[in-house]
């Protein structure tokens, strides 16, 4: 064979190989970018039931907070009734200081 032919055959083979390599690449390039978007939705996945947990946590201070107020409201509602009830009064209004106190 004359030199041009090796020069040809030797040029073959390279990009023979080159296509070989971008084939493979293209072939595991999904999975890899699949696993960086699995690995992002997982942390966001975790910050988000993290977010939720405090949420819960809120609404769960908020709701005792307003059964403070409904019991200091009902209180008061007794107290306009009947004139009385100042110890009602005086419980319901520790019981929301004692909330006040405690939420912050």
Do not use: Y
């Amino acid at each position: 064979m004359e030199w041009w032919g090796w020069c040809a055959s030797i040029l073959g083979a390279i990009v023979l190989i080159a296509q070989g390599i971008k084939a493979i690449r293209d072939i595991i390039a999904p999975a890899l970018t699949m696993r960086e978007k699995l690995e992002k939705v997982l942390e966001h996945d975790s910050n988000d039931l993290k977010r939720f947990e405090e949420i819960n946590t809120k609404f769960a201070q908020q709701e005792v907070t307003n059964q403070a107020i409904i019991t200091g409201l009902v209180a008061l509602i007794n107290h306009e009734i009947d004139g009385n009830g100042i110890d009602g009064l005086k419980n319901a209004r520790a019981e929301l200081l004692q909330h006040i106190i405690e939420r912050r």
